[in-house]
């Protein structure tokens, strides 16, 4: 279950591109066609497949305050966090490289269709956020990091599809002048932003068991007195009697 929790709030919930606005300048500049779209958001999901795991690697037996104990019990005081943002860029740049070599290799109509933006996934805040994010919620084992990497790039998959659809379908509207191009597709993407907020309560209905209410005992207080008085009245009046 822990998996999948992930999973759909990583897609949903935490989504890359509606949550927290990360790899903006490729989600407009490459969402004018869905041919385009598609094939820059699998290379989006191949390199944050690659790229989380092995920074989760890195930070687990390197970067971490005595992550090097394995060396020996004299480096156990070592803390070489102030690299991550080195390593996790070197790590990302290596696999943008490879999927640029892939890509040219067997769809070079896709290679030029996609221009600069295919090795600018290297310095993609999308990308680099993932690897980030999974170390600041000190994500557990290798398993959910390769989880969190390839449903965080499906996440923003599904953002730059959503909006190149509409876009392409929005050429053949009547939009105001003043709103043709970027300005739309900001107002569109904010209501989709919107609408991803309300999957935030998607994963944690029933979480937090309510406290027992205490009304029923009050009126079960109140009930008992009432008898007790009743019964004190009618010995009074048997008294009397």
Same mark, same amino acid.
């Given at each position: 279950m822990e998996h999948v929790e992930l999973f759909f709030k990583s897609i949903f919930i935490d989504n890359m591109v509606f949550a927290v606005f990360l790899g903006m300048c490729s989600y407009?500049?490459?969402?004018?066609?869905?041919?385009?779209?598609?094939?820059?958001?699998?290379?989006? &999901? #191949?390199?944050?497949? $690659?790229? /989380?795991?092995?920074?989760? *690697?890195?930070d687990q037996y390197l970067l971490q305050p005595g992550a090097l104990v394995w060396l020996g019990d004299e480096y156990a005081d070592y803390d070489l966090g102030f690299l991550s943002f080195i390593m996790f860029i070197a790590t990302i740049a290596t696999m943008v490289q490879l999927v640029e070599i892939i890509v040219e290799k067997f769809s070079p109509?896709?290679?030029?269709?996609?221009? &600069? #933006?295919?090795?600018? $996934?290297? /310095?993609n805040c999308a990308i *680099?956020?993932?690897?980030?994010?999974?170390?600041?919620?000190?994500?557990?084992?290798?398993?959910?990091?390769?989880?969190?990497?390839?449903?965080?790039?499906?996440?923003?998959f599904l953002a730059i599809l959503a909006i190149a659809a509409i876009r392409e379908k929005i050429r053949y509207s009547s939009v105001p002048p003043a709103l043709r191009g970027l300005g739309i597709t900001f107002i569109i993407t904010g209501l989709m932003?919107?609408?991803?907020?309300?999957?935030?309560?998607?994963?944690?209905?029933?979480?937090?068991?309510?406290e027992p209410s205490t009304e029923p005992e009050?009126?079960?207080?109140?009930?008992?007195?009432?008898?007790l008085e009743k019964e004190e009245i009618a010995k009074n009046t048997k008294t009397i009697n």
């Open positions: 407009l500049a490459v969402s004018k066609k869905v041919a385009t779209a598609v094939g820059l958001g699998a290379a989006v &999901i #191949f390199v944050l497949a $690659i790229t /989380v795991p092995l920074n989760w *690697l890195l109509s896709l290679y030029n269709s996609l221009g &600069i #933006f295919l090795p600018l $996934i290297a /310095v *680099l956020g993932g690897s980030l994010f999974m170390q600041a919620r000190e994500i557990e084992s290798l398993g959910l990091a390769f989880n969190y990497g390839v449903s965080s790039g499906i996440g923003w932003g919107i609408g991803f907020l309300s999957f935030g309560g998607m994963l944690t209905g029933g979480d937090e068991e309510g009050v009126v079960t207080e109140k009930v008992v007195k009432k008898d």
